[in-house]
């Protein structure tokens, strides 16, 4: 696989993920400015990935900040930092993120700035190899979950693109894959952006791994038919008490999952899991512009102009709905976050 992003020559290079699956095109961002407008574009997207884009954004910013004093540097961080974190609200790896460049900038008062400049851009690559780890993690334990001969049913892009690399819910499936078991993914297409349909059918052919394409409202055929054994999505953001934020449509599916029986696994690192953030309820929920909806991926319209549009990006699903979260400290149940992730 191509990697979703790295830092190479001095700029991060981004692969542009609104051009899949017809183009593999790079973006080499040489200012902050367009990594944010990157995030905020989608030609990077998924959480994990996102994080990872925006502490390279850091590092990238931190390289033009001229000054000679520690404080104005600081301060030319945290302009940074809040100039990406208002790329997009709901996935809180990218606040996670943030988060950690300003501590490496708080912890390395009083060394050189080019030592803490130098300190940034190893501090985002540390992020990008630990998300890759985490992600083999989430697979080893989630394909203990997946049996010989499953159909497994996945929304929106959760796959090495919307991570460092190897992914969430489709490391879940690399890995039973990779352990030999013959398994069948159902790509639910995921409307209005088509992450299923251009992004996890793409990934997933690349490595060979079969998968078939539905669109979002065949799920609860399928699973009536007895074609589907499980469920395994990922996460922008997972609360306290294990309500989860994902990509909208996540929720019909986990409650058409609950009505035949069917378990409904969520994979996330735990840099997804937010435990300052009570429950779902006060989750910020992203609303995009309308022409998503009102037309597919740049068609010409497909509703008459002027039609009132909603395109809430994301849905909240309620922990009671959540078979078990799969981590890479293990599989938990939803209400167990806390007490396995406090520290
Ligand atoms: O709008 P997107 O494409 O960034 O939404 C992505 C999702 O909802 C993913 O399922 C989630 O970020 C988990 S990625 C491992």
């Not at 501590?103 to 190893?122: C, F, M, N, W, Y």
Request: aromatic share 6%; proline share 5%.
């Amino acid at each position: 696989m191509v990697p979703t992003v790295e830092w190479r020559d001095g700029a991060v290079r981004i692969l542009d993920q609104s051009r899949l699956p017809g183009a593999v095109e790079f973006l080499d961002c040489r200012d902050y400015h367009t990594v944010a407008r990157a995030i905020k574009e989608l030609r990077v997207r998924g959480a994990p990935a996102i994080g990872v884009t925006a502490a390279m954004g850091v590092a990238l910013g931190a390289q033009f900040i001229q000054v000679t004093e520690y404080e104005d540097f600081a301060q030319g961080v945290l302009e940074i930092c809040a100039h990406l974190a208002a790329t997009r609200p709901t996935a809180v790896n990218l606040f996670w993120a943030l988060e950690r460049m300003k501590q490496t900038v708080a912890r390395s008062r009083g060394k050189p700035l080019e030592d803490i400049k130098r300190g940034l851009i190893e501090e985002s690559q540390r992020l990008l190899d630990d998300d890759i780890a985490v992600n083999k993690a989430i697979g080893r334990h989630g394909a203990e979950l997946v049996a010989d001969g499953h159909a497994i049913l996945t929304h929106c892009n959760a796959g090495a693109l919307a991570t460092a690399g190897y992914g969430t819910a489709l490391g879940v499936v690399r890995a039973a894959w990779e352990q030999g078991k013959k398994i069948r993914v159902l790509a639910g297409e995921t409307r209005p952006v088509l992450q299923g349909a251009r992004l996890t059918v793409w990934e997933l052919m690349q490595d060979r791994i079969p998968v078939t394409l539905i669109t979002d409202n065949m799920a609860g055929a399928l699973m009536k038919l007895g074609r589907i054994n499980l469920c395994v999505v990922g996460a922008d953001r997972i609360a306290a008490n294990g309500d989860v934020a994902n990509k909208i449509g996540t929720y019909s599916i986990a409650v058409l999952a609950m009505a035949h029986g069917i378990p409904f696994y969520v994979a996330a690192p735990h840099s997804t899991i937010d435990l300052s953030t009570a429950s779902g309820d006060q989750i910020q929920i992203e609303h995009r512009m309308p022409q998503e909806v009102i037309s597919v991926f740049g068609s010409p319209p497909i509703a008459p102009v002027g039609v009132e549009v909603l395109n809430p990006a994301f849905d909240v699903t309620p922990a009671d709905y959540v078979t078990a979260i799969i981590t890479e400290r293990g599989v938990v149940k939803p209400h167990e976050l806390p007490e396995r992730f406090r520290s």
